[in-house]
């Protein structure tokens, strides 16, 4: 009976360290998580056209935001550097949403047919991309102090490229 009691206390201790590890791990990531789930919703919700028109309208839109003439001049109305942020990301939305409707408008619903796990490492793909811009384009770690972890995979210079052309790895090996 000692045996039985021993080995019951033994697997709630391990289940407990798993789920503190768990809730650890998903507490640092949480904020690319969340934007993972958020672009497999939308994923779900407009199809596999939806997902792929989304993931090559995010490149449209940050070339437009890039070259966009008075791009210094618009985010310059911010006074604080989070309302610069806001403006900021907010000029790279209505510069992707353009794109995306035009790229959606060109497929039909049955194009890029998905599962699940394709969808959602597209999904992951799109939102490693936009974590990168957060960092490196509008500068948003300088607002907001994200985990340790996250700085890790984001913060470097060297790995915005790499980040930058996975949803076009993603595409390239996932899209049909």
Not at 62 to 67: D, G, H, L, P, S
Not at 125 to 145: E, G, K, P, Q, R
Request: aromatic fraction near 16%; glycine fraction near 8%.
């Amino acid at each position: 009976m000692e045996g039985i009691d021993a080995a019951a206390v033994e697997i709630s201790n391990l289940a407990t360290s798993a789920a503190g590890t768990a809730w650890i791990w998903a507490g640092n990531f949480f904020v690319l998580i969340l934007l993972t789930v958020a672009i497999l919703f939308l994923a779900m919700r407009r199809g596999g056209a939806g997902l792929i028109s989304l993931n090559i309208a995010l490149y449209a839109g940050y070339a437009v935001y890039i070259v966009f003439p008075y791009r210094d001049s618009v985010i310059g109305i911010g006074a604080t550097p989070l309302v610069q942020a806001i403006i900021s990301v907010t000029l790279f939305i209505v510069a992707t949403a353009i794109p995306f409707i035009i790229c959606f408008k060109l497929t039909a619903p049955s194009f890029g047919s998905l599962n699940l796990v394709q969808g959602s490492l597209l999904s992951f793909a799109a939102a490693s991309f936009l974590m990168a811009l957060v960092y490196h384009v509008f500068d948003i770690s300088n607002i907001y102090h994200f985990s340790d972890p996250l700085n890790q995979l984001f913060a470097p210079e060297g790995f915005f490229f790499y980040w930058f052309i996975a949803p076009l790895i993603g595409l390239f090996f996932l899209a049909r």
